[in-house]
């Protein structure tokens, strides 16, 4: 509970502040004040419940009325050296608690103060009343925009109304706009903090131009669909010009750019098929930064596809030609782009062309693509692939990359077969199975299996037992190791599997060759 004397002579202030106990009365903070630029600052700032305000810093009307404006639950005790029965009528309007005149006697300061800490209370129990009860209609509203968007029209009772509305009830003669709203910057992700200052900006700029903000719903990451109801006065040129005037902010604060698409006036009956629109004109366009949409304006056609140079395209993969397939493909979208012939579904087509050249190479090789490509990585740039012209060069700069690093390792370096005969050199004191080796080089199993024999002229399970019979026979000569820990050490959780395997490649059991090796 926080206390401000507020007086023009401070001396004043602090005499009426001595002659009360903070602690009896639960106050746990008190100050003093000696102008109105003080009183507003420290009840904009430190919610002051209890202020005891002289009349004549007072002024009149005009402080209680910017105090109200700050803070109605302030309790307010106004106090004067002579009672003016006209000006006490004059500021009754705005809700003075009490009244005390000169002299002020201990007693009836804090009796008066009693008082006002017990209405004090009774303002913030009823401040988080309401606190709770907004909380609920937001949670309310949110569930209903989210089913009556996603297409289930029984929401739409009367039942349903009455427990969504804010100020306003909802009926079927309600009048809505929704608007999706995209923030890129040119980076995989934004951060966090340019949606929040995105946000900040919004909620002030909507409200000053005359919107109320119903809800907004995430829809992925980084775009949202915000629900307006519209004023009396509201037309769509005011709301393109609002989202003018905020994608400006996001350009020249944030270093970013924002998509906006708005729909015509909405009822609830026809919200999800107005929505549908909205998100058809905002999947379709991969192509603006900072743009603004009505569905009515917005350029929706087909573009006929004219298939790139594919064959080119392949042949600089044979080659392993990373910058000049990257060279050719932005070339070819930037000439797209420039000349307004690219949309989602151009965009998707091109991204499977390029992803079967990329998939009959990777095949060739016998190497998968489900497992080569089995990363988080992978995964958040195919999610958001369609997004934008970006996210598909990002994803493909991504996958072509990563491809053809991979053959030239092939192509330069050891074969398969040697990569899996390092791994199991490192490895073979582990529970390996086929399906882990066929994983190192991203080939099937089958496949490997095959390969391997064929160049080794042993199975793959062969080639394990040999290199830990190998380390075994390492460890019992040079070692005083028992031959149990020495089973353990090359992968055998059973001794006497191991035993049987070491006597099928030596001829002798452990015991029997440390021994030989022992009189050598």
Avoid at 7 to 33: C, H
Avoid at 317 to 325: A, C, G, K, P, S
């Amino acid at each position: 509970m926080k206390l401000l004397f507020a007086d023009k002579n401070l001396q004043t202030a602090k005499r009426l502040m001595d002659s009360i106990d903070p602690e009896q009365l639960g106050i746990s903070a008190v100050q003093a004040a000696e102008t109105a630029s003080q009183v507003l600052q420290s009840i904009g700032t430190q919610e002051v419940d209890i202020l005891v305000l002289s009349a004549e810093l007072a002024d009149g009307s005009e402080l209680l009325r910017r105090i109200r404006e700050i803070n109605i639950r302030t309790v307010v005790i106004l106090y004067a050296r002579k009672v003016n029965v006209e000006s006490i009528r004059r500021v009754m309007r705005f809700h003075i608690f009490d009244f005390l005149s000169f002299p002020i006697s201990p007693e009836a300061l804090n009796e008066t103060l009693q008082a006002a800490v017990e209405e004090a209370r009774l303002q913030q129990r009823i401040q988080h009343f309401y606190r709770s009860i907004a909380s609920i209609r937001q949670v309310n509203r949110r569930i209903f925009w989210d089913r009556l968007l996603s297409g289930d029209n029984s929401v739409l009772n009367e039942q349903s109304y009455s427990t969504v509305g804010s100020d306003r009830e909802y009926n079927e003669n309600a009048l809505f706009r929704l608007c999706l709203l995209s923030l890129a910057d040119g980076t995989e992700m934004p951060p966090s903090w340019k949606s929040y200052a995105l946000f900040n900006v919004f909620g002030e700029v909507i409200t000053e131009c005359g919107f109320s903000q119903e809800i907004t719903i995430p829809l992925q990451d980084h775009d949202w669909c915000c629900v307006l109801r519209c004023g009396d006065e509201e037309n769509a040129a005011a709301l393109e010009s609002m989202l003018e005037r905020i994608n400006a902010f996001v350009h020249k604060e944030l270093g970013a750019w924002l998509n906006c698409y708005y729909s015509g006036e909405v009822t609830l009956p026809t919200a999800y098929a107005e929505y549908k629109k909205l998100m058809i004109c905002f999947e379709d366009d991969v192509t603006s930064r900072g743009a603004v949409y009505s569905t009515e304006t917005y350029p929706l056609r087909e573009i006929p596809y004219v298939k790139p140079p594919l064959r080119e395209w392949s042949l600089l993969l044979t080659f392993r030609r990373t910058e000049d397939i990257l060279f050719h493909i932005y070339t070819h979208l930037d000439h797209l782009v420039a000349g307004g012939n690219l949309n989602a579904a151009y965009l998707q087509t091109l991204r499977i062309d390029i992803i079967q050249i990329l998939q009959t190479a990777l095949t060739e090789k016998q190497i998968s693509w489900y497992d080569f490509f089995k990363s988080s990585r992978y995964d958040l740039l195919n999610r958001n692939v369609q997004r934008s012209v970006d996210h598909t060069i990002r994803f493909l700069e991504y996958i072509i990359r990563n491809a053809i690093e991979y053959l030239k390792q092939l192509d330069e370096t050891q074969s398969a077969v040697g990569r899996v005969k390092e791994y199991i050199d490192t490895h073979f004191n582990e529970d390996i199975t086929r399906s882990d080796m066929a994983q190192i080089v991203f080939l099937n199993p089958d496949y490997l299996a095959r390969i391997f024999k064929a160049e080794t002229g042993q199975s793959l399970g062969a080639y394990v037992k040999e290199r830990r019979i190998f380390e075994a026979k390492r460890l019992l000569a040079e070692t005083n190791i028992q031959v149990k820990e020495i089973a353990l050490r090359v992968g055998y959780d059973n001794s006497s599997y191991f035993s049987h395997v070491f006597h099928q490649y030596t001829g002798v059991t452990p015991y029997a060759y440390r021994r030989q090796k022992a009189k050598k």
